[in-house]
């Protein structure tokens, strides 16, 4: 078993990983859980949660339950149990799972306990871990990403990685997307071993990686927004694409079209097909749509993370609009 202890401002985070490391013992008695999953989870995984607590809740899967009605249904859950603030939601699942978990445990009586059990590559590699959470919101026919949320830090992340042995490949795919990522901007090691194939360890890289940066900027005011990268075009495509390209498979794109350099282009295409990943063609009106609606933009302008080389990026603040045409 691999441990670190995060140092955040507001809060002490355990993190665990390696096989195995998702036992009873991470529940202690003398609290309640209530255990929110989905029903593909469940359906897998679900006799393992049942020994944690007789409250679990399993949300239809998809971003189709990651909405402000799915959080006030387990707010009012939580009120007709009885639940106090010292009680605990564990979200195990994907990023769905946990990012309407996190936002749940946030707002339940200004913020209650909350343990992070990912079980998709996506969630264990980066979605877990530091604190961000939120639900997406409709507005007349669009529906956008990750409108509404906050930042709380789970008590404790348990990252094992025996769940993906039963994750579709397209899931593993999507999850691969933030792992290129995580080498492409920070780890010009783990971006070479990319080529070669995925390792479980590279898990743990990531999350080390992550731990250290979000740690340093708990609230993004600095240095977090560089693991955006690819991420303002990931989300946009996300939403055009209707949610049929998975957060992972967007980003991926969103890393090959904001990147500059033709070099690094071409291998960041190479491991695309290598793990082929989906394309997608997409009307460049319509995108900026959505592209407007990125949360880093203020006052017309958007800092952005920019790639200078493999492992090296940094903040650029730029006019949106001057952006958007060179993007575009
Ligand atoms: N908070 C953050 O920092 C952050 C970062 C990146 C992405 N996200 C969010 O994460 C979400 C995407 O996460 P995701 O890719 O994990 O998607 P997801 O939670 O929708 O899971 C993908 C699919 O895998 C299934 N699944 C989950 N675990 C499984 C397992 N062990 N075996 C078999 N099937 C399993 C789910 O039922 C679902 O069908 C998006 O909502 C995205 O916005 C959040």
């Not at 209707?242 to 282009?265: C, D, N, P, W, Y």
């Not at 290598?274 to 407007?292: G, H, N, Q, V």
Request: proline fraction near 3%; hydrophobic fraction near 40%; aromatic fraction near 10%.
């Amino acid at each position: 078993m691999k441990e670190l202890k995060i140092e955040y401002k507001t809060k002490t985070v355990r993190l665990v990983f390696g096989r195995g490391v998702f036992t009873n013992s991470l529940f202690p008695e003398g609290r309640k859980y209530l255990v929110l999953t989905d029903e593909n989870v469940a359906r897998l995984h679900g006799d393992k949660f049942k020994k944690i607590s007789r409250f679990v809740k399993v949300l239809p899967p998809g971003e189709g339950s990651k909405t402000l009605d799915a959080a006030s249904s387990l707010v009012s859950f939580l009120l007709e149990e009885g639940f106090t603030k010292d009680d605990c939601l564990v979200a195990c699942g994907g990023g769905m799972i946990t990012d309407l978990g996190g936002f749940v445990a946030s707002v339940y009586k200004r913020g209650m306990g909350f343990i992070s059990v990912p079980t998709t590559l996506l969630a264990q590699a980066d979605s877990a871990l530091g604190g961000k959470n939120g639900v997406n919101f409709a507005s007349g026919e669009k529906t956008f990403k990750n409108q509404i949320g906050t930042i709380y830090q789970p008590e404790l992340v348990a990252a094992d990685p025996l769940f993906l042995k039963t994750l579709p490949p397209e899931e593993f795919r999507s999850g691969l997307g933030e792992v290129l990522k995580c080498g492409l901007c920070f780890s010009p090691s783990l971006f070479a071993r990319l080529r070669d194939g995925f390792d479980e360890n590279d898990i743990f890289e990531c999350l080390s990686i992550k731990a250290e940066i979000t740690a340093q900027d708990e609230f993004e005011e600095g240095a977090r927004a560089l693991l955006n990268y690819g991420h303002t075009l990931g989300h946009a495509l996300e939403s055009l694409s209707g949610f049929r390209l998975r957060h992972g498979e967007a980003v991926a794109l969103g890393l090959l079209h904001e990147t500059e350099e033709q070099s690094i282009k071409e291998k960041i295409r190479e491991l695309l097909e290598k793990y082929s990943f989906p394309e997608f063609r997409f009307d460049k009106r319509e995108l900026a749509a959505y592209i407007r609606q990125d949360k880093k933009i203020r006052q017309g302008k958007i800092r952005l993370p920019v790639l200078k080389d493999i492992g090296m990026t940094e903040l650029l603040e730029t006019d949106f609009d001057a952006y958007l045409q060179r993007l575009l």
